[in-house]
């Protein structure tokens, strides 16, 4: 007997539903996107050919062979799309940001638990090589006690470039699009902080939105930065991470969102494998260099966790519960930057 299959409704085909979430859906053999929300019917035709395309998200609700519905649309929709197919008995995965409001977050983990419903979010960037390979360094004590964690997600967009992101609305601006991503891994290494400090602006003189953050996540003695900006033609490191023990700093950015627009197949044996020359470099208290290959990034391991999920139990690739907690810390980011104060969760 063969693996039963489980049949997806996608809810968006912009970047996210085309780049983010079918080409890896595809990886996975038991998954099969069988209806698509969009208006983007002839791109639906060209990449998924078995899938049909629907002009309302209760067509996908109400249909009983759909078992798990996929949140790919603006973040201001998350919450009450995630709601209705929650309530329709559907399994749901979101992509980041959960919802644009912790209250609205706790809402719905509460609904999937009365639902008897798993409810997950595309945090895919806890899959990244060179987070993976931080991750690895800090969790095997290469670095020792961590200290100072700096992050950063620099661009050079000096124009404002068209979309839902730059609109003011819920959920725009870089700090819920990227901060989304950086806020994520700080939370996976260290958890919580007890204070949130930052400085969250519109820097171009166009921009209606949020283009620049600087958050500061303490820790007692230890300090975590992630940092954005959209008028950086020079990025320096990706990451730099020092503790008692070394350093480690690395250039560069995780080649999978790349691969993916250029319509690599996900599942190709060299996926998300990096140039050497963008190894990172640790430093060890001696002073001594060692270049450390990347690990190679993952995202398809996102699907395949998530299937485990559904078929056995097994642990969800990223809990709603660390999602919500992203969010609650990008509103003490918002409300640090308003009130020019250090804010305590």
């Given at each position: ?183 994520d891994q700080a939370l996976v290494l260290f958890g919580m902080p007890t204070t949130v400090t930052a400085d969250v602006l519109a820097q ?103 299937t485990a999920a559904i078929f056995t139990g097994a642990p969800l ?29």
């Amino acid at each position: 007997m063969g693996m039963r299959t489980i049949q997806i409704g996608l809810l968006g085909y912009g970047l996210a539903g085309s780049t983010f979430h079918a080409p890896l859906i595809r990886t996975i053999p038991s998954l099969t996107i069988a209806a698509v929300m969009t208006s983007r019917q002839a791109d639906v035709a060209r990449d998924l050919p078995g899938a049909r395309v629907v002009d309302s998200a209760a067509a996908i609700f109400t249909d009983p062979a759909i078992e798990l519905v996929v949140v790919a649309t603006p973040n201001a929709s998350h919450f009450e799309l995630a709601r209705q197919a929650l309530e329709a008995g559907k399994h749901v995965v979101i992509d980041k940001p959960i919802t644009t409001s912790s209250a609205n977050a706790d809402a719905l983990i509460a609904l999937a638990t009365r639902q008897g419903r798993l409810l997950s979010v595309y945090q895919n960037r806890r899959w990244d090589n060179d987070f993976l390979t931080v991750r690895k360094l800090v969790e095997a004590g290469r670095l020792g006690t961590i200290y100072a964690y700096e992050s950063h997600f620099d661009r050079f967009r000096p124009a404002i470039k068209p979309g839902w992101h730059e609109i003011p609305q819920p959920g725009a601006g870089v700090l819920f699009d990227l901060g989304s991503h950086l806020i994520d891994q700080a939370l996976v290494l260290f958890g919580m902080p007890t204070t949130v400090t930052a400085d969250v602006l519109a820097q171009r003189s166009e921009a209606l939105v949020d283009d620049y953050f600087h958050v500061i996540l303490g820790y007692g003695e230890r300090r975590a930065i992630v940092h954005a900006s959209t008028l950086v033609r020079e990025p320096g490191p990706r990451f730099a991470v020092h503790g008692d023990a070394g350093s480690f700093v690395k250039y560069g950015m995780d080649p999978q969102e790349t691969a993916l627009k250029a319509g690599r197949p996900a599942n190709a044996p060299d996926w998300g494998r990096e140039d050497p020359a963008l190894s990172g470099t640790l430093v060890n208290a001696a002073g001594e260099r060692q270049l450390i290959t990347s690990e190679p990034g993952a995202y398809p391991e996102f699907y395949a966790q998530m299937t485990a999920a559904i078929f056995t139990g097994a642990p969800l690739p990223v809990s709603a519960q660390s999602a919500r907690d992203v969010v609650a810390v990008i509103e003490l980011a918002h409300q640090s930057a308003v009130e020019h104060r250090t804010v305590v969760p």
